[in-house]
């Protein structure tokens, strides 16, 4: 059998019609689908438009005439399907390589890519441990190390049980583009922010206020530290508003009684310009039990409608001076 164009055309259409053909090109979604319909769709042109020709040496081992003698139709169509498998195959490894690379890429552009290496190696390790119980107790902890880089990933840096998180409030504070900063102290001790870390703290506000940051406090206080039938809060705690006040931060003041009605006003939390938010936990003795850095823009929107919202509460505290 010589290998014609007609003869080649023929054996063309009775595997798939020119409809069918064209229906499926339509149809594909995947490189190596174009690829297959595509060399299906080139043999038949080019045999009705040249006659005889010479098969690609990249193709000829499935379109040998003395094969195609030999196995026939249905054996063209089975070798015609491991080719798209093996296209198949080969396009999802390019793929998978692809996007390894692309995330060593974006981790290296972050300065995450020997910490992602590093996890991977331990993950690893840990897998390769032979007793079960080290891979039972492995597997609990990571569960929980999932959890917090869930956190991580949504925007939401944690600090637990620590007065760690003061470093990184003071490095965010110094890098605002928006140079505005927002807090809300729920003040429940004569003695808040009097520890060694929360007057460093302070100082750093005063600082900022020097160069021109605008800086707004709230203080919601209780009726210890602010008596019903006093116009101004309690002397163990006026000094320390007058010296904000004098300091240039704008010094407010809130009854707790008055947010009764509003109990998720009562916090203490923070906005930093237009780029995240703070919330602090703490125990009766002023002590930070918790403390969520979050750069998700929704929970900055909400932070600011509780701003505002507390705002028609407050009463400003160099008006209570005058």
Wanted: glycine share 6%; proline share 3%; net charge negative.
């Amino acid at each position: 059998m010589h290998w014609k164009s007609a003869a080649i055309v023929a054996y063309l259409r009775d595997v798939f019609d020119c409809h069918a053909v064209f229906c499926s090109l339509g149809r594909c979604v995947s490189a190596s689908h174009i690829v297959g319909v595509g060399v299906l769709v080139f043999v038949v042109a080019r045999a009705e438009a040249t006659g005889p020709f010479q098969v690609s040496p990249v193709v000829e081992p499935f379109f040998h005439p003395s094969l195609l003698d030999r196995i026939g139709c249905a054996g063209a169509i089975v070798l015609f399907a491991v080719l798209l498998y093996r296209m198949r195959v080969f396009e999802r490894r390019v793929l998978a390589a692809l996007e390894s690379l692309y995330v060593s890429f974006a981790l290296a552009d972050r300065g995450l890519l020997s910490v992602y290496r590093r996890m991977a190696r331990a993950i690893m390790d840990i897998g390769a441990q032979s007793d079960p119980l080290v891979c039972e107790l492995a597997s609990l902890r990571l569960a929980i190390i999932a959890d917090e880089m869930e956190e991580l990933g949504r925007g939401s840096v944690v600090f637990s049980g620590t007065e760690t998180w003061r470093a990184a409030y003071q490095k965010l504070l110094l890098t605002l583009k928006v140079r505005s900063y927002l807090s809300v102290a729920w003040v429940r001790t004569s003695d808040y922010w009097d520890d060694v870390p929360g007057r460093q703290s302070l100082q750093l506000n005063f600082d900022l206020a020097d160069r021109g940051f605008r800086i707004e406090r709230v203080h919601i206080l209780p009726a210890h530290l602010w008596p019903l039938d006093e116009r101004l809060p309690a002397p163990a705690i006026l000094a320390w508003l007058q010296e904000q006040h004098v300091r240039h931060i704008i010094v407010s003041v809130v009854r707790e009684q008055d947010l009764t009605k509003e109990p998720d006003l009562l916090g203490d939390f923070a906005i930093y310009g237009d780029q995240a938010t703070g919330m602090q936990e703490l125990d009766q003795q002023s002590r930070t039990q918790r403390f969520v850095l979050s750069f998700d823009r929704e929970n900055h929107r909400q932070a600011m409608a509780r701003w505002e919202r507390l705002g028609l509460y407050a009463s400003s505290f160099a008006d209570l001076t005058e």
